[in-house]
């Protein structure tokens, strides 16, 4: 059973910068780990994502060039480095884990933390 435990969360003002943090227990080789936002009223959207094990990465078009997602195994944790935020980027950030996940789904994660509040303003 994998465990996910997001810090990192905050109140920023536009163009600033914020690193997430989501401490991994659990056995995740081979599996996509990722970070999902959601907005009051919206659906929970996949903001970047990255396949334990090889480095693939995928990231959504909204974030492009600001949003860099990484991995320390060694230390079991994954970040998301956010840079030149916006205030559309105010969200609750998830952190999830799915072995034959589809990074752009969230129903295709098994595994979810409890959610950061990252607050953006303008």
């Known amino acids: 059973q994998v465990q996910l435990v997001e810090s990192g969360g905050g109140s920023v003002q536009a163009g600033g910068s914020l690193r997430l943090s989501c401490a991994v227990s659990?056995?995740?080789?081979?599996?996509?780990m990722a970070w999902f936002r959601q907005a009051p009223g919206k659906e929970r959207e996949g903001v970047a994502a990255i396949y334990s094990g090889r480095g693939t990465t995928y990231y959504a078009d909204s974030v492009k060039g600001r949003f860099t997602i990484s991995q320390d195994s060694a230390k079991k944790t994954l970040y998301l480095q956010m840079n030149s935020l916006k205030f559309e980027d105010t969200a609750m950030y998830y952190c999830a884990a799915g072995r034959t996940a589809d990074p752009r789904v969230a129903g295709t994660f098994g595994s979810w933390g409890q959610g950061t509040q990252v607050t953006v303003s303008s």
């Open positions: 659990g056995y995740i080789d081979m599996y996509w």
